[in-house]
């Protein structure tokens, strides 16, 4: 089994202290965004948006949670005309009924802008084929 990734719950006084100390390291997130929107990822901010985010997770510490920044793969992609290093994610397919399944495969979104830990597609994110080999 794979862990969570550890999730600060901004309502939590000494979890939002510790996040509000640490911005420049970790993600946050509103929690009614999706996409990538409403987001900071503190090793790529500069301390105005940190900033902002300090002001707006004081003013309503339920809208945020913070995560560390992870580490991404990366896999190769073909962007004009030569390859890149681009980051990448997996999302696994689990059906749940009588049995749990991991369905072969999944989706690997990938982020297509340099450098970006964002991989979502509403912000210039792709995909790419994901393969499963039998042994």
Request: a positive charge.
């Amino acid at each position: 089994m794979l862990d969570n990734v550890e999730t600060y719950v901004l309502w939590d006084a000494k979890q939002r202290a510790h996040v509000l100390d640490n911005l420049d390291k970790l993600v946050v997130k509103a929690v009614g965004e999706s996409g990538g929107y409403g987001m900071l990822i503190g090793p790529h901010s500069t301390a105005a948006p940190r900033e902002d985010f300090r002001r707006a997770i004081l003013a309503n510490p339920r809208n945020y949670i913070a995560q560390p920044t992870l580490a991404l793969s990366r896999a190769p992609c073909f962007i004009d005309g030569r390859f890149e290093a681009c980051h990448i994610d997996l999302r696994p397919f689990i059906l749940y009924g009588e049995k749990i399944t991991i369905v072969p495969g999944g989706l690997t979104r990938v982020a297509l802008r340099r450098g970006s830990l964002v991989v979502n597609s509403s912000q210039c994110g792709g995909s790419k084929d994901t393969w499963v080999l039998d042994r």
